[in-house]
Structures are given as C-alpha cells and as structure tokens.
C-alpha cells in the first residue's frame, strides 16, 4: 500500500500502476488480423476507378489494403485501415443538375405561356422554377460522408480507448446528472471494484481526468465527458428544447425524434422507462459501418462508456430523468445497439 | 430518405397538386399561383423545422426572396389599382 509524499493519503493500486508501468500487465503490442485478406475479396482494385472526386481517395485507401498481404499490423495500423467503404457522393451531382433543368424548364414554360397567351400554364412555370432553385440552393449547402464522420472521430475514441486499457477499470460507467441546463453530461468511471457505489456521488464540482479520493474510493475514476455529449447539444439545438425541461414521459419521444428525424444517427430508436432504470434499443442508420469500426477497434469505450449514439441516448436520459445512471450493459451487434441502464441507489420507488 | 429529400418532395408534390388545381379552377393570375406556391413554402418548411431548426435558418435567404417576390407582385398589383 502507497500513500502520498505531499498529504498522505493512500494511493489506489490503480494510480500505482500509472506511475510504475512494470505493474501493468503486458498488453498484446500487435494484432494478428486477416483484414487485408478480407476486404481483397469484398473491395476489387478497378472499384476506385470508377469513383471520381474525395471517394477515390477513400477506395484509394482500400486498394493499398487490398493488395497488402495479411500480416502482423499494430492496433494503430487497424485503425487507420477502418474506412474503406466508398460513399455515395454521385447524387448531390445529379440534384444540381435536376436542380438546374427545372430552372431552366421553369422559365421556358413561362416564356412560352406568355407567347402562346396561355397564363394558366405560367402557373406549373413557376412551380417548376420555384423547386428547381430550391434544389440548387440546398445543394450549395456542405453535406459529409458518413466516412468522413467516422475517420475524424476514431483517433479520439482510440485515445480514450488506450487510457481503459492502460488504467484497466473493469467498473460499470455511472453516468452523472446534470444541475443546470447548460452543464456538460460527465460519465465517471471508478478505479476500484464497485457494484453498488454510493447514491449521490456529487462530482460536479471536479474539473480533472483523474479523481482521486482516498478517504472514499467510491470518489476515485476516470472523470470523461460523455461521447455523446457533444451530439446532445446539437440535437439540442436542433429540436429547440433542453431534455433538463422534459419529464419522464416525454423524453423517450424526443430523443426519438432528435436522433432519427434531426441528426439521422439511427434508423429507429426504442426507449423503455421501468422502475429499475431505462433501456434502448438503437437500429443503425447511416454511420453504421461508424458503430461497427468502433465497436471493433475501440471495445472498451463500446461496452463501458457506450459508443457516442448509445452515449447520445444516455446523456438525454440523466439530463430528463436528472438522476445518476449505471450502464449496466451495453452491446453492438449487426446494425442494433442494445443499452441498459439502471439507477444509481436503487429503484425509483426505493428513492422517493 | 433523409429529411431534407423528403422534404423538398413534398414541397414538389404539393406545389404541383395545388398548381394543376388552379389550372383546372381556370385561374389566370400568377399572383394567385405565387401566393398559394408560398404559403405552401412556408408551412411545409414550418413542419420540418420543428425536426431541425439548422434547415430553417439555412434556407432564410430563400424565404426573403421569395417575400421579395411576393411584394413586388402586392406593389405591382396596388400600382395597378391606382393607375
């Protein structure tokens, strides 16, 4: 048992790690993957030429893949080989073009409706016009591949996921309740073994990564910002509400609403409130190949902390139902994300 | 379909619904067609905002012309009248 120089406290063993690697466990350096191998098969080389613009890159990347033979290849390595998929970007192409012949069609109808001296006809003239510049002004505005979503969000997520495995916290995530609307929703990770940690841990107050509290260990983690946090706020935005004002009721339908119809994250969203905590389940829309890299190359934020769409769904919940929840469970398989959630202290009947 | 496709569809489906009905109402007036084409506008884009505000702040550059449009139509006609 350690205790600190400077205040005396006793270090947890977990801390003690972090200052004397040689405690660490040795952890695989390399993984033996049969990736390359794989996406031969799936992504042929001629596929990239077909592809004109920013997705030729993206199969570009597959290419080289491709033609490397299966080897030993770092976890690093596998995470910058992720992406291979090429995005549909030919159709905002063809709306500019749609986009610009009704213009045009919209104006010749008109012209021609004046001509011939039929003034009904200018009226279809019109509408015409009128949906051709709405399709060429919606296209003006920047769209991004789901690609590009998943490629500048891996390097952070594999951060997090190298502090997991060098800390190696095997807890369940309490995610802490927010007090004021704009708090940011924190998810608190305990370095010791804690089935059932304290009802108000009362964190908020802590601004550091590594909290550490001798005199009680249930005070002792890994304090993160949620991964979906910053996804709440935007969807915040987006549907003009804060989930702090939403009851119990509501805030299923509107973490529906905010993930399918605002961001488009998820194809569906499934919410059930029990007395024992709240459970999703989330069907993937366009970033599931996003879900699915993440649950593979960064397992530890997927089953601990939750990838940033169940976290999306988990922030909401604490901020409406203003309580700390204990992700219980959090699974990914093919295109659904299953989350369980259980109220930190107990039911809610055992509480008020 | 993403919300901006579905959108943008039901907006060109209402439009020529409502345009082919003026038609056969034999209304001459383009005045008429814009006013009805632009409260359509509006409602439809009120709908889907609700979903995201972010498309109703983007798409205000083409609400104030189409405004524009529509008071240089209300103008025209009030120039009439008097004249």
Known sequence: MLYCDQCGKRIPDSINKLEHPEAVEPREESLLIRTAARLAETVPPSRSSDVAGPSARVAGLGDTTAKSEAGTITRGQEMHRASVDVPSSMLGGRQRVLGVSLVAFGVLIAVASAVVGAASLSGLGLASFLIGLLLVYLHSRPSFAPELVEASLLSSLGNVERILRELGPTTKAIYLKTIDRLDVPMVFLPMEENPAPPAGLNLSGEDRLLVIDSDDSHRTGLLLEAPGASLLALMEKELDLNFIDLGNEDFLNAIRSGMVESLEVAADVKGAFTQDGVSFRIRDGPLRNMSRSIARLTPNVASQLGCPICSVAICAAVKAIKRDLILEEATHQSGTHSVTLRFNGGSTDETS | ?83
Do not use: D, H, K, W
């Open chain 2, 1 to 83: 379909m993403r919300l901006v496709e579905r959108y943008v569809l039901s907006y060109a489906l209402a439009i020529v619904v409502s345009g082919l009905l003026l038609m056969v109402m034999s209304i001459r007036e383009i005045e008429i067609y814009y006013a009805v084409y632009l409260i359509e506008f509006l409602v439809s884009l009120e709908l889907v905002a609700s979903f995201r505000r972010s498309l109703g702040r983007n798409l205000r550059p083409i609400i104030i012309v189409f405004l524009f449009g529509f008071a240089y139509t209300v103008v025209q006609r009030i120039l009439q009248i008097l004249g």
